[in-house]
């Protein structure tokens, strides 16, 4: 079965610096993969997502993941953080489990908090 | 364009109490749907989805059922609440590899 892990449980940054989110999976084949944000008591926005050619995938609010089948990796990257994007941010992987029908599995989440 | 609505936004039930959450999707026809709970603290656990009106797959054996009676509306409930049914509970639809679209939530405190 697939499976996500985000090991950082709670990352800090001062506003203005540069951020790396880290996101692995397990799964057999080339999977679908996803960022999602969620700020506090509401629901999930997606960021962006991978489904395949170009490895480097570009999503919303400045935002930008890398796909690395070789360290089986989906990490979240942004230049410079805004107060903003303080938030639970989730990597999920998708798999097509029947025709039209995916199911995704969520990582546990990572909390960025950001620091003036 | 696609919306999806979830209500109540907050509840707080007691134990032993029933339950019924509802889930609808407006400008789109036959979406998958999904139930998920986010425990506190914890990632997302996917509960039940459903890819057409009647048909409903549980993911975990739990206290909790879903029903879909029509094409675009997802309910939760529950005959009697325990208190580990506390979360936060959404709702989700999708096209294939599109990713999910989620509704806003719902916090259900069992008390």
């Known amino acids: 079965a697939q499976s996500v892990t985000q090991p950082d449980i709670h990352i800090t940054v001062s506003e203005g610096a540069s951020l790396e989110l880290r996101c692995n999976y397990s799964?057999?084949?080339?999977?679908?993969l996803f960022w999602y944000v969620q700020s506090p008591g509401q629901g999930l926005q997606l960021l962006l997502k991978?489904?395949?050619?170009?490895?480097l995938v570009q999503g919303i609010k400045g935002f930008e993941a890398e796909f690395k089948r070789s360290q089986s990796s989906f990490n979240l990257r942004k230049p410079s953080v805004h107060w903003s994007d303080a938030a639970e941010y989730f990597c999920?992987?998708?798999?097509?489990?029947?025709?039209?029908?995916?199911?995704?599995?969520f990582g546990t989440g990572t909390r960025l908090t950001i620091i003036p | 364009s696609q919306t999806i609505h979830q209500w109540p936004a907050t509840l707080v039930q007691p134990v032993g109490s029933p339950l019924s959450l509802e889930c609808t999707v407006e400008g789109t026809s036959n979406p998958n749907l999904y139930w998920y709970r986010q425990a506190a603290g914890r990632g997302l656990q996917l509960l039940f989805y459903s890819v057409g009106i009647g048909q409903i797959s549980s993911e975990v054996p739990q206290n909790l059922s879903a029903s879909r009676p029509q094409d675009r509306q997802f309910i939760l409930s529950s005959k009697k609440l325990l208190l580990s049914d506390s979360g936060f509970y959404l709702c989700a639809w999708d096209r294939t590899g599109h990713g999910y679209t989620f509704g806003s939530g719902t916090r259900l405190t069992v008390v």
């Open positions: 991978y489904f395949s050619g170009d490895t």
């Open positions: 799964y057999g084949a080339t999977p679908y």
């Open positions: 999920a992987v998708g798999v097509e489990v029947s025709f039209g029908n995916e199911k995704l599995t």
